[in-house]
Nanobody
């Protein structure tokens, strides 16, 4: 069993920044890719960013490229999402997820992830 706990969400004005954290336990964190997804009211959960098990490969949805950065600290079993230049369209519940494949590169497909956190709310005001 894997537990993922997100933190760092909140209310911020447009143009501001937030840093989300996701602490993992229960599995060898360093051997699995991790992802961040988000879900806005009335919309499907969508891919935001992924990072490979080594941390060498990252992938972003076009709408956040240049503004968000995903990183991981395997010594702390934690993955981060640094979000800069936030826009009202970024408002959503943000979820971290652990990919099921061993030593994967990080898929943008939500079905590739078998463990999810409870989510943290990010609200960006205009």
């Amino acid at each position: 069993q894997v537990q993922l706990v997100e933190s760092g969400g909140g209310l911020v004005q447009a143009g501001g920044s937030l840093r989300l954290s996701c602490a993992a336990s229960g599995r060898t964190f360093s051997s699995f890719a991790m992802g961040w997804f988000r879900q806005a009211p009335g919309k499907e959960r969508e891919f935001v960013a992924t990072i490979s098990w080594t941390g060498d490969t990252t992938n972003y949805v076009d709408s956040v490229k240049g503004r968000f950065t995903i990183s991981r600290d395997n010594a702390k079993n934690t993955v981060y999402l640094q979000m800069n230049s936030l826009e009202p369209e970024d408002t959503a519940v943000y979820y971290c997820a652990a990919e099921s494949a061993f030593r994967g590169l990080g898929s943008p497909i939500r079905w590739a992830y078998n463990y999810w956190g409870q989510g943290t709310q990010v609200t960006v005001s205009s």
